[in-house]
Every structure is written in C-alpha cells, then in structure tokens.
C-alpha cells in the first residue's frame, strides 16, 4: 500500500513556488526552442524518476519537434553519498547524428549528470546539452555545463515537483524544503 498524502500541517515548507516554476519552465521553454529553431528535432532525455513532472511541463512549452525518451539511473546505491552511479534503464533510440537534450531535476553533485554525459557522448549525437531544473551551487563537484537551469538552490535536501524524499512528496506542485538531518537520499532518482 502507497503511504497516504501528506497531511495539511505536515507539508514541507516552500522553497520554490508553483508560480515561481511555472514561469519558469516558460522561459526555459521558449529559449531552447528558439535556440533549436533550426535543429529540426530534438530528443529530449528524462532521467527518472525525479525529472519526469519537470519534462512533461517542459516538453508540452516546447515549439520545436521534439521527442521523449527517459533512462534511469541510480545513485547512493549504499545510502550514503557515495558519487557512484549505475544504469538501471537505457532509452531505445538511437541517438547518433541527433540532437539531444538531457533533462534533469537536480544536479548535486554532479556526478549522475557526468556519468550521463559521457555515456552519451559517446554514442556520437550532433550535439549535446543539459537542462536542469534546480542546482545545488555550493555541493557541485564534477565539471558539467548546464546549458539551461532553472534555479541554484541552498544544500538543503528538497522535494516536490518530482523530487522525492524516500518516495514521498514527489507529486507536490512546488519545490520545498524537507527538514531532516539524515544523510541519505533515495536510491533511485
Ligand atoms: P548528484 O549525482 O550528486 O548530482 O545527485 C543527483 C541525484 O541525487 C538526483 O538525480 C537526485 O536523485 C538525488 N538528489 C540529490 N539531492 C536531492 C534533493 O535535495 N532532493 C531529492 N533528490 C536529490
């Protein structure tokens, strides 16, 4: 049985209105589609399970033919925040001679954002780019560009809009901020 929804007076506090995020998912929408105008198509990457509210707004703004892919990846496979990260699902396309734009709901670390860069890299599409909703500045380790990002955030541990913390609070409409002083995050994305 899934837990039962947050109650009222237990709703983490916010960080990041709904407002705030969907103006701009907007934004962010109308510069990559006009930064693309002349790609022909893109394919968007989703990595699950935290990006998939994010791309679904992010896709529906777009003007440009797009496509939809998603791959999960898990990271803290020990509960701590190891850095290591491992493929748990690849996406069926083929993305060679393509134009890809990996989508992401929070970049920590940066570590999974490395770790996908370079595995798709490698698979030789026409170009290569990141956009993330929310980065955590002062946590950032490993060299990623963010073409597009929504917002820098404080180190604390946040949930909602697809961020989860032990698969709770995922499908709340803003971006809050979850008390807790334990170290771990989920295990799947
Ligand atoms: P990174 O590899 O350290 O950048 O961590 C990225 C992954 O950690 C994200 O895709 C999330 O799954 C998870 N994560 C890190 N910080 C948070 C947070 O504040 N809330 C929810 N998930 C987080």
Known sequence: MADPPPAEHDLPPVLISEEAIVQRVAELAGQISSDYAQAGEIVLVGVLKGAFIFLADLARR???????????????PSGARSGAVRLLMDM??????????????????????????DMLGAREPASL??????????????EVEIRYLGFDIPDRWVVGYGLDYRERYRTLPYIGIMDTSEEDGPQDG
Request: net charge positive; with cysteine; glycine share 4%.
């Open 62 to 76: 777009l003007t440009i033919e797009r496509r939809v892919e998603f791959i999960a990846l898990s990271s803290y």
């Open 92 to 117: 069926r396309c083929d993305i060679r001679g393509r134009h890809v734009l990996v989508v992401e709901d929070i970049v920590d670390t940066g570590s999974t954002l490395r770790y996908l860069l």
């Open 129 to 142: 780019r990141c956009c993330a909703l929310v980065r955590k500045k002062e946590r950032l380790r490993s």
